[in-house]
T-cell receptor, first 114, second 111 residues
Framework: EAGVAQSPRYKIIEKRQSVAFWCNPI?????LYWYQQILGQGPKLLIQ????????DSQLPKDRFSAERLKGVDSTLKIQPAKLEDSAVYLC????????????FGPGTRLTVT | KQEVTQIPAALSVPEGENLVLNCSFT??????LQWFRQDPGKGLTSLLL?????REQTSGRLNASLDKSSGRSTLYIAASQPGDSATYLC??????????FGAGTILRVKS
Protein backbone atom coordinates (compact mmCIF):
# COMPACT_ATOMS: atom_id res chain seq x y z
CA GLU A 1 0.00 0.00 0.00
CA ALA A 2 1.44 3.37 -1.03
CA GLY A 3 1.95 5.90 1.72
CA VAL A 4 1.17 9.61 1.87
CA ALA A 5 2.99 11.46 -0.92
CA GLN A 6 4.13 15.07 -0.74
CA SER A 7 5.94 17.40 -3.09
CA PRO A 8 8.18 19.21 -3.32
CA ARG A 9 10.48 17.88 -0.60
CA TYR A 10 12.38 21.13 -0.27
CA LYS A 11 11.64 24.73 -1.21
CA ILE A 12 13.58 27.95 -0.71
CA ILE A 13 11.82 31.26 -1.40
CA GLU A 14 12.25 34.90 -0.51
CA LYS A 15 9.86 36.65 1.83
CA ARG A 16 6.72 38.02 0.19
CA GLN A 17 6.84 35.34 -2.51
CA SER A 18 4.18 32.66 -2.78
CA VAL A 19 4.55 28.88 -2.54
CA ALA A 20 2.32 25.83 -2.87
CA PHE A 21 2.62 22.32 -1.48
CA TRP A 22 0.88 19.20 -2.73
CA CYS A 23 -0.31 16.11 -0.87
CA ASN A 24 -1.75 12.80 -2.06
CA PRO A 25 -3.19 10.78 0.84
CA ILE A 26 -3.41 7.02 1.23
CA UNK A 27 -6.07 5.65 -1.09
CA UNK A 28 -9.47 5.50 0.58
CA UNK A 29 -8.58 7.78 3.49
CA UNK A 30 -11.37 10.31 3.94
CA UNK A 31 -9.58 12.60 6.39
CA LEU A 32 -6.56 14.72 5.45
CA TYR A 33 -4.50 16.97 7.71
CA TRP A 34 -1.86 19.66 7.20
CA TYR A 35 0.58 20.28 10.07
CA GLN A 36 3.32 22.87 10.50
CA GLN A 37 6.45 21.80 12.38
CA ILE A 38 8.84 24.58 13.38
CA LEU A 39 12.38 23.49 14.28
CA GLY A 40 12.55 22.13 17.81
CA GLN A 41 8.77 21.91 18.23
CA GLY A 42 6.11 19.28 17.69
CA PRO A 43 3.80 19.51 14.68
CA LYS A 44 0.84 21.89 14.97
CA LEU A 45 -2.42 21.24 13.10
CA LEU A 46 -3.19 23.88 10.49
CA ILE A 47 -6.26 22.42 8.80
CA GLN A 48 -8.27 19.19 8.72
CA UNK A 49 -10.47 18.03 5.83
CA UNK A 50 -13.05 15.27 5.79
CA UNK A 51 -13.63 14.38 2.16
CA UNK A 52 -13.57 17.87 0.60
CA UNK A 53 -15.09 19.73 3.54
CA UNK A 54 -13.13 21.64 6.20
CA UNK A 55 -13.50 20.22 9.74
CA UNK A 56 -11.04 22.44 11.61
CA ASP A 57 -9.03 25.43 10.37
CA SER A 58 -8.91 27.33 13.66
CA GLN A 59 -5.08 27.55 13.64
CA LEU A 60 -4.68 28.41 9.96
CA PRO A 61 -3.44 32.02 9.44
CA LYS A 62 -6.12 32.78 6.92
CA ASP A 63 -4.68 36.14 5.88
CA ARG A 64 -1.82 34.34 4.13
CA PHE A 65 -2.51 30.58 4.16
CA SER A 66 -5.13 28.77 2.10
CA ALA A 67 -5.83 25.12 1.45
CA GLU A 68 -8.16 23.10 -0.71
CA ARG A 69 -9.00 19.48 -1.28
CA LEU A 70 -10.64 19.02 -4.63
CA LYS A 71 -12.73 15.89 -5.20
CA GLY A 72 -11.89 14.65 -1.71
CA VAL A 73 -8.48 13.25 -2.68
CA ASP A 74 -5.39 15.42 -3.32
CA SER A 75 -4.83 18.63 -1.41
CA THR A 76 -2.77 21.79 -1.86
CA LEU A 77 -1.59 24.24 0.80
CA LYS A 78 -0.61 27.72 -0.32
CA ILE A 79 1.21 30.55 1.41
CA GLN A 80 0.95 34.04 -0.07
CA PRO A 81 2.86 36.17 0.83
CA ALA A 82 5.43 34.20 2.83
CA LYS A 83 7.08 35.55 5.97
CA LEU A 84 10.37 34.55 7.59
CA GLU A 85 8.47 32.84 10.44
CA ASP A 86 6.82 30.47 7.94
CA SER A 87 10.11 28.57 7.66
CA ALA A 88 9.16 25.09 8.83
CA VAL A 89 8.41 21.56 7.72
CA TYR A 90 4.87 21.14 6.38
CA LEU A 91 3.53 17.66 7.02
CA CYS A 92 0.51 16.07 5.43
CA UNK A 93 -1.28 13.15 7.09
CA UNK A 94 -4.34 11.05 6.35
CA UNK A 95 -6.61 8.68 8.24
CA UNK A 96 -9.62 6.50 7.60
CA UNK A 97 -13.04 7.04 9.16
CA UNK A 98 -12.78 3.85 11.25
CA UNK A 99 -12.95 3.87 15.08
CA UNK A 100 -9.18 3.97 15.53
CA UNK A 101 -8.46 6.78 13.00
CA UNK A 102 -4.71 6.36 13.24
CA UNK A 103 -2.90 9.09 11.29
CA UNK A 104 -0.25 8.27 8.68
CA PHE A 105 2.25 10.97 7.77
CA GLY A 106 4.04 11.89 4.57
CA PRO A 107 7.76 12.81 4.39
CA GLY A 108 7.04 16.55 4.63
CA THR A 109 8.12 19.64 2.70
CA ARG A 110 10.91 21.68 4.24
CA LEU A 111 10.31 25.39 3.50
CA THR A 112 13.01 28.00 4.00
CA VAL A 113 12.00 31.66 3.67
CA THR A 114 14.94 34.06 3.28
CA LYS B 1 -6.44 23.97 26.09
CA GLN B 2 -4.57 20.66 25.87
CA GLU B 3 -0.83 20.85 26.49
CA VAL B 4 1.58 17.97 26.02
CA THR B 5 4.99 17.92 27.69
CA GLN B 6 7.82 15.47 27.05
CA ILE B 7 10.70 14.83 29.44
CA PRO B 8 13.62 14.69 28.95
CA ALA B 9 14.14 16.97 25.95
CA ALA B 10 17.27 15.02 25.03
CA LEU B 11 18.83 11.77 26.14
CA SER B 12 22.13 10.07 25.36
CA VAL B 13 22.66 6.46 26.41
CA PRO B 14 25.13 3.65 25.66
CA GLU B 15 24.01 0.80 23.45
CA GLY B 16 22.15 -1.97 25.27
CA GLU B 17 20.63 0.23 27.95
CA ASN B 18 16.91 0.13 28.73
CA LEU B 19 15.31 3.58 28.76
CA VAL B 20 12.05 5.38 29.49
CA LEU B 21 10.64 8.44 27.75
CA ASN B 22 7.93 10.40 29.51
CA CYS B 23 4.87 12.24 28.21
CA SER B 24 2.30 14.19 30.22
CA PHE B 25 -0.92 15.90 29.11
CA THR B 26 -3.17 18.36 30.88
CA UNK B 27 -6.66 17.24 29.80
CA UNK B 28 -7.50 13.57 30.39
CA UNK B 29 -10.45 13.61 27.96
CA UNK B 30 -8.54 11.99 25.12
CA UNK B 31 -9.57 9.48 22.48
CA UNK B 32 -6.16 7.84 22.12
CA LEU B 33 -2.44 8.51 22.43
CA GLN B 34 0.22 7.84 19.80
CA TRP B 35 3.98 7.60 19.97
CA PHE B 36 5.86 8.54 16.81
CA ARG B 37 9.45 8.36 15.68
CA GLN B 38 10.97 11.08 13.47
CA ASP B 39 14.33 10.70 11.75
CA PRO B 40 16.20 13.82 10.57
CA GLY B 41 14.63 15.22 7.40
CA LYS B 42 11.89 12.61 7.42
CA GLY B 43 8.21 12.43 8.26
CA LEU B 44 6.67 10.75 11.29
CA THR B 45 6.48 6.99 11.70
CA SER B 46 3.80 5.70 14.04
CA LEU B 47 5.22 3.35 16.68
CA LEU B 48 2.34 2.59 19.00
CA LEU B 49 -1.26 3.74 19.45
CA UNK B 50 -3.01 3.27 22.77
CA UNK B 51 -6.76 3.71 22.86
CA UNK B 52 -8.23 5.49 25.88
CA UNK B 53 -9.67 2.22 27.24
CA UNK B 54 -6.27 0.47 27.10
CA ARG B 55 -3.42 0.56 29.61
CA GLU B 56 -0.52 -0.46 27.38
CA GLN B 57 0.64 -1.59 23.97
CA THR B 58 3.73 -3.54 22.96
CA SER B 59 5.62 -3.85 19.69
CA GLY B 60 8.93 -5.69 19.69
CA ARG B 61 11.31 -3.90 22.05
CA LEU B 62 8.85 -1.05 22.60
CA ASN B 63 6.22 -0.84 25.32
CA ALA B 64 3.95 2.14 25.85
CA SER B 65 1.72 2.67 28.87
CA LEU B 66 -1.16 5.06 29.44
CA ASP B 67 -2.59 6.40 32.71
CA LYS B 68 -5.42 8.70 31.66
CA SER B 69 -6.39 9.72 35.18
CA SER B 70 -2.93 11.10 35.93
CA GLY B 71 -2.37 12.40 32.40
CA ARG B 72 0.78 10.36 31.76
CA SER B 73 2.26 7.98 29.25
CA THR B 74 5.65 6.32 29.08
CA LEU B 75 7.53 4.73 26.21
CA TYR B 76 9.92 2.00 27.31
CA ILE B 77 12.66 0.92 24.91
CA ALA B 78 14.47 -2.29 25.81
CA ALA B 79 18.06 -3.09 24.84
CA SER B 80 18.58 0.15 22.92
CA GLN B 81 20.50 0.11 19.62
CA PRO B 82 22.22 2.89 17.62
CA GLY B 83 19.42 2.55 15.05
CA ASP B 84 16.98 3.74 17.71
CA SER B 85 18.56 7.21 17.55
CA ALA B 86 15.80 9.62 16.50
CA THR B 87 13.30 12.11 17.91
CA TYR B 88 10.37 10.51 19.69
CA LEU B 89 7.08 12.41 19.71
CA CYS B 90 4.04 11.85 21.86
CA UNK B 91 0.62 13.02 20.62
CA UNK B 92 -2.85 12.91 22.14
CA UNK B 93 -5.92 12.58 19.97
CA UNK B 94 -8.65 14.85 21.17
CA UNK B 95 -12.15 13.93 20.09
CA UNK B 96 -12.46 15.16 16.52
CA UNK B 97 -9.27 13.50 15.32
CA UNK B 98 -7.07 16.48 16.24
CA UNK B 99 -3.57 15.45 17.37
CA UNK B 100 -1.79 17.66 19.91
CA PHE B 101 1.95 16.97 20.00
CA GLY B 102 4.69 17.37 22.54
CA ALA B 103 8.01 18.91 21.50
CA GLY B 104 9.71 15.52 21.46
CA THR B 105 12.66 13.76 23.05
CA ILE B 106 15.88 13.57 21.03
CA LEU B 107 17.45 10.17 21.66
CA ARG B 108 21.04 9.27 20.88
CA VAL B 109 22.22 5.71 21.40
CA LYS B 110 26.00 5.46 21.38
CA SER B 111 27.75 2.36 20.06
Amino acid sequence: EAGVAQSPRYKIIEKRQSVAFWCNPISGHATLYWYQQILGQGPKLLIQFQNNGVVDDSQLPKDRFSAERLKGVDSTLKIQPAKLEDSAVYLCASSSLGPIHEQYFGPGTRLTVT
Amino acid sequence: KQEVTQIPAALSVPEGENLVLNCSFTDSAIYNLQWFRQDPGKGLTSLLLIQSSQREQTSGRLNASLDKSSGRSTLYIAASQPGDSATYLCAVDEYGNKLVFGAGTILRVKS
